[in-house]
């Protein structure tokens, strides 16, 4: 059955540091994989989305991620982070059966420190 | 304007009460879904419909029902509400796969509905 495991439930860092939030995937094909960020009190955004080709994907406000097939990993980068990312995020697999439902991990809170 | 409204956003009831939540989308999406988030559990899905005359259960459906009015609304009902069905709700909806050059497509949310059964 397909997963997705964010190990991470909170991160903290200071603004201006670089971030790196860890997803695994369990998925016996080429995945659809899936960051979306939450803001408080808001829906789910979309930030990235890997389908095929190039494994580094780059996404909304300066977030990009790797996929790494050989890691079943597909984890979300910052080079420097802003207060304003302080959210929650959640990695997602897409069944690639008729129902195309989002799997989602358990989500990562990320704190900022000024 | 938003695109994927639900309303109300907040709720609380109590132990038996009947609720509905209703959303509402103007994309032009035929796809619409229905999940709970829980702390520490990530989103999960509770029904999902690919057009108006499509109803599929996803992972938790037990004590929820659904209704596709239209194309553009699909309601998500607790018949008889419970304390452990407080969590916050959210509506998403997403075009027919092979659109728009695409296999897959992005799912859209809602603001989402907190709903707490006391």
């Known amino acids: 059955a397909q997963s997705v495991t964010q190990p991470d439930i909170h991160i903290t860092v200071s603004e201006g540091a670089s971030l790196e939030l860890r997803c695994n995937y369990s998925?016996?094909?080429?995945?659809?994989l899936f960051w979306y960020v939450q803001s408080p009190g808001q829906g789910l955004q979309l930030l990235l989305k890997?389908?095929?080709?190039?494994?580094l994907v780059q996404g909304i406000k300066g977030f990009e991620a790797e996929f790494k097939r050989s890691q079943s990993s597909f984890n979300l980068r910052k080079p420097s982070v802003h207060w304003s990312d302080a959210a929650e995020y959640f990695c997602?697999?897409?069944?690639?059966?008729?129902?195309?439902?989002?799997?989602f991990g358990s989500g990562t809170r990320l704190l900022v420190r000024p | 304007d938003a695109d994927v409204t639900q309303t109300p956003r907040n709720r609380i009831t109590k132990t038996g009460k009947r609720i509905m939540l209703e959303c509402s989308q103007t994309?032009?999406?035929?796809?619409m879904y229905w999940y709970r988030q829980d702390p520490g559990l990530g989103l999960r899905l509770i029904y999902y419909?690919?057009?108006?005359?499509?109803?599929n259960k996803g992972e938790i459906s037990d004590g929820y029902s659904v209704s596709r009015q239209a194309q553009a609304k699909f309601s998500l009902s607790l018949e008889s509400a419970i304390p452990n069905q407080t969590a916050l709700y959210f509506c998403?909806?997403?075009?027919?796969?092979?659109?728009?050059?695409?296999?897959?497509?992005?799912?859209?949310f809602g603001p989402g509905t907190r709903l707490t059964v006391l």
């Open positions: 998403a909806t997403s075009a027919e796969p092979g659109l728009a050059g695409s296999s897959y497509n992005e799912q859209f």
């Open positions: 998925y016996g094909a080429t995945p659809y």
């Open positions: 890997y389908f095929s080709g190039d494994t």
């Open positions: 997602a697999v897409a069944r690639m059966d008729s129902s195309y439902k989002l799997i």
């Open positions: 994309k032009g999406h035929d796809r």
């Open positions: 419909s690919f057009d108006v005359k499509d109803i």
